[in-house]
C-alpha cells in the first residue's frame, strides 16, 4: 500500500515564486526524504529527515515534518524554470518489514513558468 | 559520484519472450532495488537485495525474478513478458549505516523504458 501521499497533485507557478508540497503518511518512520524526478528520468535524492528532527535546509529547500500528525512538507524558494519536476516523498518505516525500503507516494508535478 | 547505470533506456520485448533488465552501481553499496513507475500509480518496489545473492519479495513481485551474483550487479527477469509489464523500470541502490542498518538515501539510473508487444 502507498504509505506517503502527496499533494497537491500538480502545482504551477511563476518563475521567483515559492514552491510548497506536502506528503502525508500513514505509520510511524524513521526518517522521511523527498525526491526529484524529471520527465523520463530517474530519481534524485533531495533530502532526508529523521523522525526526531523537525526542520531541515538544503540550500533552497526547507522541508519539515510533524510526526504528530504525520505530515512532511516541501518548501522550494525563489524558484527557477529548471525546478520543473515530479516531486516525489518517500518512507522508511519503523517496524513492519524491512529497514531497508522506501514507500515512495505519487509525487507531486511542479511546474514553473519562465 | 555515485553511478547506477541500466543496461538499455528503452526496450522492445514480444510477449512470451524472456527479459533480462541489468543494473550496475559503482558505490560498494550494499542494497539494490528494482522498481516500477507507472503513471497514477507511482513507483512501486517488485525486488530488493541487501547482500550478494540475497533477496526480497517487494509489493509485486508476481511475473518477476532477481539475480545479484556480484555485489555491484542486479538483474531483473521477466520470465515470459506479458503486456501488463509495459512499464519504466527503475533500478536503485543504497548504503546503510547504524547498528540497525537502516536504509538512507537511494541513487537512482536513468530507467528503463520497456514496451511488451
Known amino acids: 500500500s502507498q504509505q506517503g501521499e502527496e499533494d497537491p497533485q500538480a502545482l504551477s507557478i511563476q518563475e521567483g515564486e515559492n514552491a510548497t508540497m506536502n506528503c502525508s503518511y500513514k505509520?510511524?518512520?524513521?526518517?522521511l526524504q523527498w525526491y526529484r524526478q524529471n520527465s523520463g528520468r530517474g530519481l534524485v535524492h533531495l533530502i532526508l529527515i529523521r523522525s526526531n528532527e523537525r526542520e531541515k535546509h538544503s540550500g533552497r529547500l526547507r522541508v519539515t515534518l510533524d510526526t504528530s500528525k504525520k505530515s512532511s512538507s516541501l518548501l522550494i524558494t525563489a524558484s527557477r524554470a529548471a525546478d520543473t519536476a515530479s516531486y516525489f516523498c518517500a518512507t522508511t518505516r519503523v517496524r513492519g518489514g524491512s529497514n531497508y525500503k522506501l514507500t515512495f507516494g505519487k509525487g507531486t508535478l511542479l511546474t514553473v513558468n519562465p | 559520484d555515485v553511478k547506477v547505470t541500466q543496461s538499455s533506456r528503452y526496450l522492445v520485448k514480444r510477449t512470451g519472450e524472456k527479459v533480462f533488465l541489468e543494473c550496475v552501481q559503482d558505490m560498494d553499496h550494499e542494497n539494490m532495488f528494482w522498481y516500477r513507475q507507472d503513471p497514477g500509480l507511482g513507483l512501486r518496489l517488485i525486488y530488493f537485495?541487501?547482500?550478494?545473492?540475497?533477496?526480497e519479495k517487494g509489493d509485486i513481485p508476481e511475473g518477476y525474478s532477481v539475480s545479484r551474483e556480484k555485489k555491484e550487479r542486479f538483474s531483473l527477469i521477466l520470465e515470459s513478458a506479458s503486456t501488463n509489464q509495459t512499464s519504466m523500470y527503475l533500478c536503485?541502490?543504497?548504503?546503510?549505516?547504524?547498528?540497525?542498518?537502516?536504509?538512507?538515501?537511494?541513487?537512482f539510473g536513468p530507467g528503463t523504458r520497456l514496451t511488451v508487444t
Open positions: 505509520t510511524s518512520i524513521n526518517n
Open positions: 536503485a541502490s543504497s548504503p546503510i549505516r547504524g547498528l540497525y542498518r537502516s536504509s538512507y538515501e537511494q541513487y
Open positions: 537485495s541487501y547482500d550478494v545473492k540475497m533477496k
